[in-house]
């Protein structure tokens, strides 16, 4: 199985980046993507810009990494309560490659934050808007006060809870590869 991983956000330091890579290290026998948007900048999107830009090379290659992946785990920052401006513009540009901007893919979908929301609410606003966009979502979490269960030393999870929390939601994805083989 071919996993794409990444966090939606642009920090060098993004937590939800560490939460990813957990994750998809979760997934038996996947080869595993660990993408970065940061490669994927572009600017910001306005139909003045696509007139002039028509679709820019990295909303293309976004797209195709997203075509030729079996499964995709996202992990989304949350920026006052709703997507990054990073991921949204990549998102902008990339749907109009293709509404179905996740092709149907399934999807685990995570959040992470360091105090008690845990990204809830963006989480919540990609699972809404998911069917609208070809993202067939097959688990999810939020996982609130991240530094309480991250060993950052180890790279990994001390805390059995929030492992079991990731592990759930990716239970899903498992699940998920079966039935469709």
């Known amino acids: 199985m071919n996993v794409l991983a990444f ?4 920090s060098s330091q993004s937590i939800n980046q560490k939460l990813a890579r957990f994750a998809a290290g979760l997934v038996d026998d996947a080869r595993v993507e660990l993408l970065d948007i940061n490669d994927y900048e572009m600017p910001l999107f306005s139909e003045d810009r696509e007139q002039l830009l028509g679709q820019p ?21 949350e920026h006052n309560g709703s997507y990054t401006a990073a991921y949204k513009n ?34 919540a606003t990609a699972k809404h808007s998911a069917p609208f966009f070809g993202m067939d979502i097959v688990g999810s979490a939020s996982l609130p006060n ?14 059995a809870e929030a492992q079991a929390l990731i592990k759930q939601a990716v ?11």
């Open 171 to 181: 239970n899903g994805l498992k699940a998920s590869s079966k039935t469709r083989l």
């Open 57 to 77: 090379e990295p909303a293309k290659a976004f797209y195709q990494k997203i075509g030729a992946a079996d499964a995709i785990i996202i992990a989304f920052a």
């Open 146 to 159: 991240f530094y309480d269960h991250f060993d950052a030393e180890q790279g990994t999870f001390h805390s």
């Open 90 to 123: 990549l998102f902008d540009w990339t749907s109009r490659i293709g509404m179905k901007v996740y092709q149907n893919k399934p999807v685990v979908a995570l959040s992470t934050s360091p105090g008690a929301g845990g990204a809830a609410s963006v989480l």
């Open 7 to 10: 966090a939606a956000s642009s």
